[in-house]
C-alpha cells in the first residue's frame, strides 16, 4: 500500500524549533518529488516547501523561507521538515504530500502532525 | 506572486449538477488540479491534468478549463460529496505552488 506516514509534530515555544519527519513506504521514493503543505486551524491549505527527487531543487514559500530547511534520506525514504525560528502563525497541521511529476497534483498525502507554537 | 481565487462557499441539491471555480493567471499556463477535504481528514486528489481522475474517484467527478479559469463539476452530487475543495496549480514561474482558498460545498 502506498503511504505517507508525519511524526514530530507537538507543543514548541515560539522560537523555538521542530524537527517534522515523513516515512514514505509502497512506492520508490527516490522517483518522486515531495512537498509539504500546511493547514492553520479552520483555514486553507497552504504550500510550504517542495523537494526534487535527488534533493537537486528545493523552493520555499515566502512565509517560511530562511526558517524551515527541507531534506530528504532516499535511503530510509524519509522527508524531512527543520523548523527554526517558529511563530504562532505557523501553528498548523503539516502534510507531507507526493508530487506526481508532470500531471502538476499531488496525488498522495500522509495524515498530517499537529504543531503548534504557543507560550 | 500568484493567488487562485475560489469562490467562499456553494450548495447543490441532491442528484444535482455543481460546477466550482478556481481562477487565476497562472492558469493560462497550468493545469489545475482539485482536492477534496472533509472535516478531520487529509486531502484527497480528485482531477488533475486536462481531466484525469485517480483510481477510486468516481466519474460524476470531472474538470475543465479555459482561459484563467479552471472548473470542477460534480454531476449527479450524493450527501457524501459535501466538503471542502481546494485547487491548486503551479505559479507563473512554475517553482512555487499556491492552492485557491477553498470552496465549501454543502448538499442540501
Known amino acids: 500500500e502506498v503511504q505517507l506516514v508525519e511524526s514530530g509534530g507537538g507543543l514548541v515555544k515560539p522560537g523555538g524549533s521542530l524537527r517534522l519527519s515523513c516515512a514514505a513506504s509502497?512506492?520508490?521514493?527516490?522517483?518522486?518529488?515531495m512537498n509539504w503543505v500546511r493547514q492553520a486551524p479552520g483555514k486553507g491549505l497552504e504550500w510550504v516547501s517542495s523537494?526534487?527527487?535527488?534533493?537537486?531543487?528545493?523552493y520555499y514559500a515566502d512565509s517560511v523561507k530562511g526558517r524551515f530547511t527541507i531534506s530528504r534520506d532516499n535511503a530510509k525514504n524519509s522527508l524531512y521538515l527543520q523548523m527554526n525560528s517558529l511563530r504562532a502563525e505557523d501553528t498548523a497541521v503539516y502534510y507531507c504530500?507526493?508530487?506526481?511529476?508532470?500531471?502538476?497534483?499531488?496525488?498522495?498525502w500522509g495524515q498530517g502532525t499537529m504543531v503548534t507554537v504557543s507560550s | 506572486s500568484s493567488e487562485l481565487t475560489q469562490d467562499p462557499a456553494v450548495s447543490v441539491a441532491l442528484g444535482q449538477t455543481v460546477r466550482i471555480t478556481c481562477q487565476g493567471d497562472?492558469?493560462?499556463?497550468?493545469?489545475a488540479s482539485w482536492y477534496q477535504q472533509k472535516p478531520g481528514q487529509a486531502p484527497v486528489l480528485v482531477i488533475y491534468?486536462?481531466?484525469n481522475r485517480p483510481s477510486g474517484i468516481p466519474d460524476r467527478f470531472s474538470g475543465s478549463s479555459s482561459g484563467n479559469t479552471a472548473s470542477l463539476t460534480i454531476t449527479g452530487a450524493q450527501a457524501e460529496d459535501e466538503a471542502d475543495y481546494y485547487c491548486?496549480?503551479?505559479?507563473?514561474?512554475?517553482?512555487?505552488?499556491?492552492f485557491g482558498g477553498g470552496t465549501k460545498l454543502t448538499v442540501l
Open positions: 491548486n496549480s503551479r505559479d507563473s514561474s512554475g517553482n512555487f505552488w499556491v
Open positions: 523537494i526534487s527527487s535527488s534533493s537537486s531543487y528545493i
Open positions: 497562472s492558469l493560462r499556463s497550468y493545469y
Open positions: 491534468g486536462k481531466n
Open positions: 504530500a507526493r508530487d506526481l511529476g508532470i500531471y502538476d497534483a499531488f496525488d498522495i
Open positions: 509502497g512506492f520508490t521514493f527516490s522517483s518522486y518529488s
